[in-house]
């Protein structure tokens, strides 16, 4: 159930870092801090999903 809830809410991350990716301007590398970490986010969730195979 945990494994599930992490998962959940790393997804959401995703979805709101993307949002705000595509929405914040080419200044202060706001873009470069975004996406990085939307890059960590997308990696846990990836980890979450291989640990469900396994389960």
Do not use: C, Q, S, T
């Amino acid at each position: 159930m945990e494994r599930e809830v992490l998962k959940r809410l790393a997804e959401k991350a995703l979805k709101e870092l993307d949002e705000a990716y595509r929405r914040i301007p080419e200044v202060n590398n706001g873009k470069a801090y975004l996406f990085r970490g939307k890059e960590r986010v997308r990696l846990m969730l990836d980890i979450l999903r291989r640990g469900e195979d396994d389960v």
